[in-house]
Structure formats: C-alpha cells, structure tokens
C-alpha cells in the first residue's frame, strides 16, 4: 500500500469536516482524521463515509455543547444524540436498537444534495485507499453495529492525549496499528 493513500485519505476527511463546520459554527476541529481509517469496533457506524463523519460530527457537537449522548461506554446513543443527529440532517430509526440506541443513523436526501460535492471528493478517495489496502494482499473492514450486534468485540475507547495536551478518545488496538499525530503539535497521541 502507498504511504501517501492514507495521508490523502486523512486530508479529505478532513476536508470533508471543515465542509460540515461550514454549516455548524459550534463543530470543534476534528483532532484525528487518522483515526477514523483504520479498523474500528465503534458503535458509530457501519462503514467509514460521509454518511459516518455526519455521525462522528453530532458527537463533536455534543461535546462541544457539553452533551451526553452516548452511554455504555459509548455504544448506547440515546435521545440527545439523536437531536443533534437530526440537526445534521441524519434520520433515526423510530425504535432504539436494544445494545446501541439509535446510533444507526441514515443521511436525509437533503443532506446529501448540500454535501453533493464533499461526498463525491471523499468517495473518490475512499475508492483509493480501499484498492490500495486490497492491493498489499490485505482486507480490513470498518466494522460498526451491523457487523457486531450480538458480538462480544471490544470497542471501549480510552483517552490519548498529544504534546500540547489535546486528547482523543480511541481503541487501543487503533493506535497499535500506527501512530496518531496531533494536526497542533506533531506529537503522537499516547494513551493516558
């Protein structure tokens, strides 16, 4: 695999959030974009899209205004998150899932004509780095509620903080696959 695919890949992710914070003054900077690549077991999402940075944006959002939208260590969504999931322009499921709330949010056909071009530019790149991972013989999979309702998979996020003392949260066996750098101060992210 290329080591600039995921270098271009985090770039249009990030990319793709500043377009999100364009509309939502309050959606703090995305520490991590990095992070979002590699395989993950979050509750937040079946596959790694625009759809899901909406996802990973009302959770922004939440704690930028000091909201508790999750519980269970994260992977049950409750009531809050959907309200800040519909001001993104996500639709919810009328019923919780019974082990991650409504976290199985869908983009509105609205939301996806606003962002037309944003989605676009990041499916293109998505493409890239999914031809590129199959390339070196590998496959990896986002993994999200879909894939692992009834599974034991672990999934429990734990704070890394960087130089400057920005943090994160994120699986451990994340940050065991590459180093995470902070956009602020170069540092790598290290678990707390």
Not at 60 to 74: C, K, M, N, Q
Not at 87 to 102: C, N
Not at 104 to 126: H, P, S
Request: positive net charge; proline residues 4%; charged residues 20%.
């Amino acid at each position: 695999m290329s080591t600039t695919q995921p270098l271009v890949l985090a770039a249009e992710l990030a990319a793709a959030w500043s377009d999100i914070q364009a509309f939502h003054q309050d959606l703090p900077d995305l520490a991590s974009p990095e992070a979002l690549i590699g395989e993950s077991s979050s509750a937040c999402g079946t596959r790694l899209g625009f759809e899901r940075l909406l996802h990973e944006a009302a959770h922004g959002l939440a704690a930028a205004r000091d909201i508790r939208d999750t519980s269970r260590a994260g992977r049950y969504h409750n009531r809050r998150f959907l309200l800040l999931a519909s001001e993104l322009g996500l639709a919810h499921p009328v019923e919780p899932h019974a082990s991650s709330g409504f976290s199985q949010v869908t983009m509105l056909k609205e939301t996806r004509e606003r962002y037309a071009e944003t989605i676009e530019r990041l499916d293109r790149a998505l493409g890239a780095h999914q031809e590129a991972v199959a390339g070196d013989g590998t496959t990896r999979a986002f993994r999200g509620p879909a894939a692992r309702h009834g599974s034991s998979g672990g999934g429990v996020r734990v704070k890394a903080v960087c130089g400057c003392g920005r943090n994160v949260r994120v699986v451990p066996s994340v940050l065991a696959q590459a180093s995470i750098v902070c956009g602020a101060c170069q540092q790598p992210f290290k678990i707390a």
